[in-house]
T-cell receptor, first 111, second 117 residues
Framework: QKEVEQNSGPLSVPEGAIASLNCTYS??????FFWYRQYSGKSPELIMSIYSNGDKEDGRFTAQLNKASQYVSLLIRDSQPSDSATYLC???????????WGAGTKLIIKP | NAGVTQTPKFQVLKTGQSMTLQCAQD?????MYWYRQDPGMGLRLIYYSASEGTTDKGEVPNGYNVSRLNKREFSLRLESAAPSQTSVYFC????????????????FGSGTQLSVL
């Protein structure tokens, strides 16, 4: 059973601090990794994608991938109350069309 | 530009009833997907359509059927609803469908909250 694991949270972070979200996956051959944000009662939206080991930065967001350790993380710098949401990690499996999703980490940014 | 449109937004069914969830996208995307989202679980793929005229089973296809009516529309049918199908259903689309493609992105509809009593 191929799995993606995330801490369900909630993760509470003060406004302006760095929020760190983690995700581990079981399939060693996975090649594509995604972070989606989902506000309560809304649909998921893509935040970041990462395909190679190392860091990828986009504004306040940084995705980090370590294939040897099978984890991917998302850092949010200068956290804002508007970042409060559930963050979903998704990883591709052997089919090009299928993703395995984690259950998500609920992030709360406290003003 | 509407993106991905799903109907209905809410539905209550009795066990054994049937219904069809409708989905349409106006982004000229090739691939379309149906997911379900249950509390404490990740999104699970029910069916997908890599291109017009093709459909394939995902992770949890039992109890569902799909139709890719044309490039724009992808419907999900529950023939005989069961309480285990109570969930939030999301339709999604993507340009190429290959999640390995750089910058491939899923665009989601607003979801359907389905309750089966």
């Amino acid at each position: 059973q191929k799995e993606v694991e995330q801490n369900s949270g909630p993760l509470s972070v003060p406004e302006g601090a760095i929020a760190s979200l983690n995700c581990t996956y079981s399939d060693r051959v996975s090649q594509s990794f995604f972070w989606y944000r989902q506000y309560s009662g809304k649909s998921p939206e893509l935040i970041m994608s990462i395909y190679s080991n190392g860091d990828k930065e986009d504004g306040r967001f940084t995705a980090q991938l370590n294939k040897a350790s099978q984890y991917v993380s998302l850092l949010i710098r200068d956290s804002q109350p508007s970042d409060s949401a559930t963050y979903l990690c998704a990883v591709n499996v052997d089919s090009n069309y299928q993703l395995i999703w984690g259950a998500g980490t609920k992030l709360i940014i406290k003003p | 530009n509407a993106g991905v449109t799903q109907t209905p937004k809410f539905q209550v069914l009795k066990t054994g009833q049937s219904m069809t969830l409708q989905c349409a996208q106006d982004m000229n995307h090739n691939s379309m997907y149906w997911y379900r989202q249950d509390p404490g679980m990740g999104l699970r793929l029910i069916y997908y359509s890599a291109s017009e005229g093709t459909t394939d089973k995902g992770e949890v296809p039992n109890g569902y059927n799909v139709s890719r009516l044309n490039k724009r529309e992808f419907s999900l049918r529950l023939e005989s609803a069961a309480p285990s199908q109570t969930s939030v259903y999301f339709c999604a689309s993507s340009l190429s469908g290959s999640v390995s493609a750089t910058n491939e992105k899923l665009f989601f509809g607003s979801g359907t909250q389905l309750s089966v009593l």
